[in-house]
């Protein structure tokens, strides 16, 4: 590839002669002279065209809004533009030419329910705003501190199938495909085969990928395709273990993202990223129940939190301790799956825990039931299709450790971390009840 | 989380007292001593109990293959054995037993049909064979590299959906999901979304995720369901630059594998890592055919190869060039789909390759059509629904940069450089048409 500069290193070449490759945000002329303001992947800069270089002047009299160009030319400090500096042009090039009509600009912000549909429907334009693309670069420098600490930390990165022979956990909320000439269906989650290789021996597993719920949910934090990052433990002593180690890939995601992206992340969006403090609070939900009741926030369902409790207790934790991150331990088994392992002592209450990250659950974790005759009784009690379950079952037969684990959603993260108004803008791509393409 | 040394470490611990757990992988009772070997993700270490320790050896009397036990002993240098080390037991736990009779053993190798079954049928026993964790050990090692290697160089790390409106590269082969009041489909490949990220400007782009191909394929080589590494570039100027990209990370990843996993490899399955040197071989698709013609080897097909032909031509450019890996260029359009960008000088071929490695293909890729003219021909030509491609070929209306790309199969890749028999076995499980289940 020829020697091309990005717009975000310009200051550092003031003087020399230099090509730019993106897209003309804005484009102005003026008599003799031609403005363009110039967008790549890593910012904006005015060029500047004159009758010094009559050609480019003559081609940039027919540019358009979002034409890919090719230009060459001087950068020159320029003290009164944002980005210090700008080019004075020798050539150009037009690489391609948008169509003259565009379907929705790229500088303007939506907000009506109309508006924020043609976002989706034109997704590759929304995402050439600046804003809209650091959500993304956020994401990258976010996955690849987690992928690195689970690597470091000797944990087996797995890639379980999401064509399963029986629906995962629960018949509901799952997806049918057709199989050649059987069915298959979605996975929900990699629950169970992670579990599987917890009983294969590999003591630490993590997964990155989609998961799919067929939920009929219209909420800003839902959507029936989503990425999970999933981690399993072997020879743990209980539920704290994993909430330990959660607390540690968090801060590692969060230090990669301060340290990479903080500044531009508060240029851009205005937001601190905060790194936290080890170990995160937390509360039993009984705990959480208490503090809901005091502060007068009233609840929907014992022993779960609605989303105005969540957000509650994250207000208080936030005045209290000082902490984005809470953990509520310790929920009803009325609540959990079968699978969960109950505390000793207290039947009813599992050894399970939500992570809650600035007023929305993140994560749900727990120690799993790993002796069979108690997870048959378990499954039984729940009223779960046993005989269906029998494969999964089937795992802690042949020497199952003691083990636990979670899933977390990063795209719940990334909107809270960086105040998105929705998951959908942290989702390259939503999927919704009514919204399947592009 | 108590304190527990992993069988790798032992040997850093002679003459101290260590607790560590696994699985019981053989046990032999002789008089008042019993000789149990435990086998955790690390390695395998024999461990002694002796009278000294009684309430231990009445424990390893009804010790079962396969117990999930913990272990408290004293580390002894043991020259005799290969581990080099022995635990003398002071006191024995029984944290799960296992049944009796085990489905199949894991220390039996299988090569029966039946077995081979069996092998998929049990496949958390199978994978405690420490050869086949080891897989899944180089697995997380090669990720982790790519994964670090494409965030250093400024990609951005995409989840595109697998759900889709429309079939995404044509309408055979693609698995049909029953969504809500319609119906959806699963993405063959993540090529449509990664090329609306370039016209979103991002610029770079990578994605590690499933993909799905309703192929009734019984090969070595095919699976319905498996994981694939995706990247696309903007601004290049030929399918040479993505090639270069691609000998860049496979340097990085073999570089990690050799580094942390190659002694390991070399004692496990006799195998050696290699590094490649860069620039790879490459020869066009022609040059290719004229090889294989010298060296006797029938043409299936003209402009594409055969498994034979890629097994002889890497073996012919190993034999000349002492390379494992061989890129391949300059397909015809014929065996090409519509959006490969074609040659100036010979419109009949593209601007495409393969990576083959050690006699398979574990990589295509090329430059890509970008102007909307031209590729709107290019679909006509091949006879696709252009209709239901129009929300594909809009990405292009709006201003589109030149790029390319590649997708690359990591599990193909695993099973040449590890020489595994199938690429099932470099599989967490392993989806065929017959096969769905655990």
Sequence with gaps: ???????????????????????????????????????????????????????????SKDLHLEDVISVTGTVK??????????????????????APELPIQVVEKSSSEAEQQA???????????????????????????????????GYINIHSPKLMGSASESGSEVFEVKYFDRKAYLAQSPQFYKQMAMTAGFEKVFEIGPVFRAEP??????????????????????????????????????????????????????????????PFPKVTMKEAKEILGQMGVESEKPGDLSPEEERKLCEYIEKEHGHQFVFVTEYPITVRPFYHMRLEEDKTLTKSFDLLFKGVEITTGAQREHRYDILVEQAKDKGMDVPSLQYYLDFFKYGAPPHGGLGMGP????????NLESVRDAMFLYRGVKRISP
């Excluded at 989706?120 to 994401?139: C, G, H, S």
């Design 411 to 418: 795209s719940r993260m990334l909107m809270k971390l960086l």
């Design 119 to 153: 976002r989706m429907d034109w997704r590759f334009i929304d995402l050439r705003k600046p804003e809209r693309a650091l959500a993304f670069k956020t994401w990258t420098i976010m996955e690849n501190a987690f992928v690195r600490y689970c690597t470091e930390q």
């Design 217 to 278: 949910s219209f909420t800003t934090r839902h959507a029936t395709e989503f990425t999970g990052y999933d981690i399993e433990i072997s020879f743990i002593d209980s539920h704290y273990d994993v909430m330990a180690e959660e607390e540690r890939f968090i801060v590692a995601m969060m230090t990669d993202v301060k340290e990479k992206l903080g500044e531009e992340i508060k240029k851009q969006l205005g937001v601190e990223v905060v790194v936290p403090t080890m």
């Design 1 to 59: 590839m020829k020697e091309r500069t990005h717009v975000s290193s310009l200051r550092e070449k003031i003087g020399s002669e230099v090509t730019i490759k993106g897209w003309a945000h804005a484009v102005r002329k003026q008599g003799s002279l031609a403005f363009i303001m110039v967008r790549d992947i890593s910012g904006i800069v005015q060029i500047v065209v004159t009758k010094e270089a009559p050609e480019a002047l003559e081609l």
């Design 77 to 98: 400090e320029a003290k009164q533009v944002e980005a210090g500096v700008e080019i004075l042009v020798t050539s150009l090039e037009v690489l391609t030419h948008a």
